[in-house]
């Protein structure tokens, strides 16, 4: 040991500043760098969170634009499903113009209905009231065409008691519709 402090003794003084000089600077680098590693992830961090909102928001406008864009046919494909009937009511034409037509509207729609449904339970479930709304008059409507469809089949043609139950729900529909892309609009902002 005695040999060790005597060895330490030995070394110049410049030498000792020169060592503890290395020694900070060092030690100061590193600390420098650590700093500078932490402030870039910290950065990289925030980086990448604002690039994931960027791309959420994307989506959601990309998916809130289809959603518009399919709703829109369906539910115009929706109301226009139900002149024939209404004309059939007022004695304009016979069931089988009226199931023709709706035949034609059916096979010519160039969107999918359940697409509506999964747009809105997936991202704007907000909208699923007002939606339903429009699907209730939808099965009212129905059963009213089904109802009228029996009587036409035994042989009583007057759709006038019908069309006093059909003509409100077909207007309250025509509106709902309508306003429905207003809601969707809403989401946007």
């Not at 420098?32 to 969170?49: C, D, F, H, P």
């Not at 069931?95 to 209905?113: S, V, Y």
């Not at 065409?145 to 409100?168: A, C, H, M, T």
Request: zero cysteines.
């Amino acid at each position: 040991m005695s040999e060790f402090v005597t060895i330490l003794k030995s070394i110049p003084a410049e030498a000792w500043v020169a060592i503890l000089t290395a020694l900070l600077t060092a030690g100061f680098t590193l600390l420098g760098v650590w700093i500078t590693n932490k402030a870039s992830n910290q950065r990289l961090k925030i980086q990448l969170e604002h690039e994931r909102l960027l791309k959420t928001e994307e989506l959601k406008r990309e998916k809130l634009e289809e959603l518009y864009v399919v709703t829109k046919k369906f539910l115009d494909t929706l109301v226009v499903h139900y002149l024939p009937f209404r004309m059939v009511m007022y004695g304009e034409i016979n069931f089988n113009q009226a199931l023709d037509m709706a035949i034609e509207t059916g096979t010519k729609r160039d969107f999918e209905p359940h697409r509506v449904t999964m747009l809105i339970d997936l991202y704007y479930p907000e909208l699923r009231t007002e939606f339903d709304k429009i699907m209730n008059i939808r099965e009212k409507l129905n059963d009213i065409v089904d109802g009228y469809k029996e009587q036409y089949k035994r042989g009583n043609i007057d759709g006038s008691r019908w069309l006093e139950l059909f003509q409100p729900l077909f207007e309250e529909i025509g509106i709902l519709a309508d306003g429905f892309d207003k809601h969707i609009v809403k989401l946007r902002n």
